[in-house]
Each structure stands twice: as structure tokens, then as C-alpha cells.
């Protein structure tokens, strides 16, 4: 029996998908152990920071009274002289009036050791207000370090859309510093699985828009943009002839919508047609084109949806894109 032309190009494109996910899943492998050091490294970072403002914090916790004490000082000043190194106060703060024995600074008068008390009162304040977010944004760090590593030691970690992922040691006000996981080769395009399991391409920039619609699709596979606003062409890899499955068309939509400006409204009109109803325009940037035989699909960003085209995702190599 014959083989056609059409299926060798089908198995061609069989295997090279087959390569290119042996590629991608040798890819995370290596993205998920320089994480994984990356995110104990961090951990360790962080703790040792909330330990340190934790400490600063009850050194100033010390003081939390001084304001009263000032206040008690404040209504005695009279009977206080220089020179002496403490002061019996009635405390009319409480019911019972106790009396309560202030140390003082016996090279200051009675109102210079009273300014001694507010000030480190004001220490107290300044602590709470500054060191006391600084702390919640520590803990908030590690439940989500954590949470990452315990999604690493457990082979659950993907890594996000980009590519490379930042970990950040909470240092307070200051700008955070972001170490960037190790380069691997990059790719044209981004690269998503249908539920179908055809293959979506999505372009990065202007230049990948242009080289994924005009040099990497072929005439017969589907290009989806958002209607009437930014955004990155969108290519569905079908064969010829071939009546494109509903759930794929959703999913290339809902990456078209997803890589637009229409992504904050979660919501809009996508337009697809056939790769070669789709010509460029003379004199425009790259990525302009202009569309006939268009039609329309209105999406929303369903979260199921966009989970599991996530989990899709590939980091393919150049070398085993498939052909055109």
C-alpha cells in the first residue's frame, strides 16, 4: 500500500512534536532544580531577615509605656532637680494610684528627662509603623516561598509564561533585588496545546508577529487576533482540509484575547480566518495586516481554560519546530 505525501508530512510533524516536548520536559527538569536552590536559598534569606526586624521590633517595644512616663514626669517636674538619678511618681493612671520609681539622667533637669521619655516613645511609634509591615511582608514571603518549594519537592512546579522567575528576600522599603533563573535557548513563539492536541503558536513581539504569520504559517492553518486592538497573532496548526475542531478554535481565541489589551476586561470579540486571507500593509510596522473572509468569536477568559492551556505549554527548541 502507498504511502501519500500527506502522511509522511503528518508523521514528520508527529515526531517533531514528539522531540520538542522531550525537549521541553528536559528544559523544566533543569528549570526546577536551579529553582529549587534558588527558592531554599531565598527561604533561608527571608527568615534570617524576620528574625532581625522581629528583634528590632521588641528592642522598641521596651519604650511602649514612655509616653505615660513622660506624662507622669510631666506633672511632678516641679519637685524633680538636676542631678537626681530617679523620681517617686503617683501613677493617676491607674485606679489604685501606685507610685512608680522613674530612673533618670542626673546631667539632665526634670524637662530633659522628661523630652528622654517621649523621644523613646516616639522610637516606639516609629518602629511600629516602619518595621511592623516590613515584618508582614516577610511572612507573607515565606508562606509563598514555602508553598513554591513544597510545590517543587513534589514535581508540581511549572514554571510561569515567561520563562524565568524572580525570587525576592524581603529587605524592607527598599527596591527588591530579582534573581533571574538561568537562560535557556529561546524559541520563537510561544507554543500551547490544544484540547485537540494541535498545536497553538503565539507571537512575543511586532517581529515574532510578523515572522509567525508570514514566515511560519502555512496557507491553510488559522490566524486569530483581537478584534480592533493590540495584541499578538495567534496561529492553530490544522491540516488541510480539515474542519477545525470548536474546543481548539476556543483555545486560540482565549490566547489571542489573553495576549491583547483586551486581557484586563476578560472579555471581547476574537476574529479568525485562514492564514492566507490575511496580507500585510505597505508602509506599516511590522504585525500590521489587514483581513478578509474573517469571522468572529467572542470569548471570555474561562479560568479552567486557561489552566490547562498553561500546563500545555512548551519551551520547544528551534531545531524541532515542526516544518512548515
Known sequence: MAVTASEISRVLEEMAELAARQEAARDLAALRRARLGQVRKAIKKTTRR???????????????DYARYGELLKAHLSGIAKGQEQATVVDYFEPSLPQLVLPLDPAKDAHGNMEDYFKKYRKHLAAEREIRPRIDAAERALITLRSELEALEHGEWHPPVHGTVSVTATRGPSKPSAAVMPKIRRAPFRRFISLDGLPIFVGRNARENEQLTFGFARSHDLWFHARAVPGSHVVLRIDKGVTPPRESLRDAGTLALLY?????????DVIYA????????????????TVTQDKTLFVDLDQARLRRLKESQAVPDEKTMPAR
Open 50 to 64: 524576620l528574625e532581625s526586624l522581629t528583634e528590632d521590633l521588641s528592642k522598641a517595644a521596651r519604650y511602649r
Open 274 to 289: 485562514r492564514r492566507s486571507d490575511v496580507r500585510k500593509v505597505k508602509g506599516k510596522s511590522q504585525g500590521t495586516v
Open 260 to 268: 491583547s489589551d483586551l486581557k484586563k476586561s476578560g472579555k471581547g
